[in-house]
Nanobody, 123 residues
Framework: QVQLVESGGGLVQPGGSLRLSCALTGPIFSVSAMGWYRQAPGKQRELVAAFTTAGNTKYADSVKGRFTISRDNAKNPVYLQMNNLKPEDTAVYYC?????????????????WGQGTQVTVSS
């Protein structure tokens, strides 16, 4: 059974940093696409950062230059380094295993999600 487990969330002051981790376990032998989403109260879940099927990175405009997605190898784990955090970054952050799609610049989420980790940016 495929499982994704996030960690690293917490409370941080504006301007601070956090690093989220996503561990993937289960019968997956190679992974190309993985992504981080977030959902704030009353808002839709949105893509924050991702590795596409081609191994390229993709970021939401609101986090470009502040967030960095990275990984140690092709499977696990995947990290999200978040710097210069703002109150509007407050949300539950979810890790997702992406689908293999032909467009190297795009990302499509699969049915596999982590349980989420809360990030709160507040003074």
């Amino acid at each position: 059974q495929v499982q994704l487990v996030e960690s690293g969330g917490g409370l941080v002051q504006p301007g601070g940093s956090l690093r989220l981790s996503c561990a993937l376990t289960g019968p997956i032998f190679s992974v190309s696409a993985m992504g981080w989403y977030r959902q704030a109260p009353g808002k839709q879940r949105e893509l924050v950062a991702a590795f596409t099927t081609a191994g390229n990175t993709k970021y939401a405009d609101s986090v470009k230059g502040r967030f960095t997605i990275s990984r140690d190898n092709a499977k696990n784990p995947v990290y999200l380094q978040m710097n210069n955090l703002k109150p509007e970054d407050t949300a539950v952050y979810y890790c997702n295993l992406g689908l293999r799609i032909p467009n190297p610049a795009d990302y499509a989420p699969s049915e596999y999600w982590g349980q989420g980790t809360q990030v709160t940016v507040s003074s």
